[in-house]
């Protein structure tokens, strides 16, 4: 019999416990595919924020809001390129679960900033030209079914309307992004129609967004916007883009250190699994180990063959239930909008190919080494 024939045979001993431990082994790879989905889907705003991108919110709170002239004057500070509003509006789309990002802005100077949003020519013209327009993420469309001309009631939370019981929006245009991770779940309308129509708060902001012209001195920028508005009625807390984007993520919880935890808990308890299911074919095979020693099989070949077997397990189910995880990523958002960025990233696929041959290393080697310290004769004599 060949050394694969001899590692094949290990596995057809105790086939239960054989399809048990690979099954703990898919279920822990398929939990990892599925939370570092969700980790992705609240840091993806993180991940591909610009560079040379800063957001100017009020020192207190994000929900305190800033006076619109403060636009102008930042504009005018040193190393800002451009400035350009935009506020939560948080209203309910038919049912309050249908839960997606809402915000007023300038139509020019937002997509000026945000380059990555691909709108074509003749939608950017006809939002500029509709009062009542509004462009939505391609994820936000595909997810409701709309069409450029669809008719978007909203019903207001917070910003309620001067005259009627709701918003009413016209789609003129669906955004694609330069990217994957680019986030296409936004829906944006103009300032100009929000600013005609609101009952309160005439002339305020929720925030600013900042292009300065050099990344590398974004930090001395922040300070000097925040230093120009010290002790004003409003004072500013500046960042970059990946920060404030953070700080949205950890309204609910630290989600990073969360899937952290429960992969770390899940990898150490599977690796008591298979480090058992290791341990107790080694002891099984006390007698062959020795059969195999007599017959000229070095240390070296005994250690390798035990270790094979322990990757060759992990391997085969981690690569399944790693593939499961991949598949269920790939499938898209399955809250229905609260995850528009659920993916699988190939990060992560690597993190994860590694982690199964950590495993099958880490769970074999103590018996390995065991089955290599084996004395030829006391092998043979045990029963």
Known sequence: MTRLGLLAAGFKRHRLRLLLTGLSIVVAFLLFGVLVAVRQAFAAGVSVAGRDRLVVRHRISIIQLLPESYEAEMEKLPGVVDATPASWFGGIYQDPKNFFGQFPVKPEEYLRMYPEFRLPPEQKAAWLATRTGAVAGRKLADRFHWKVGTRIPIQPTIWIPKKDSSWQFDLVGIYDGAQKETDTSRFLFRQD?????????????????????????????????????????????????????QGFANQMGNIGAIVTAILSAVFFTILLVAGNTMAQTVRERTQELGVLKALGFSNAEVLAMVLGESCLLAGTAGLIGLGLGFALAAGGDPTGGYLPNFMFPAKDLLLGAALILLLGVAAGALPALQAMRLRTVDALRRE
């Open 193 to 245: 129609y929000f600013e005609e129509n609101r009952r309160f708060a005439s002339g305020m902001i929720g925030w600013y967004y900042i292009r300065v012209a050099d990344p590398k001195r974004a930090a001395a920028v922040a300070q000097s916007i925040d230093d120009h508005f010290t002790n004003s009625s409003a004072e500013t807390k500046t960042e970059t883009e990946g920060a404030f984007a």
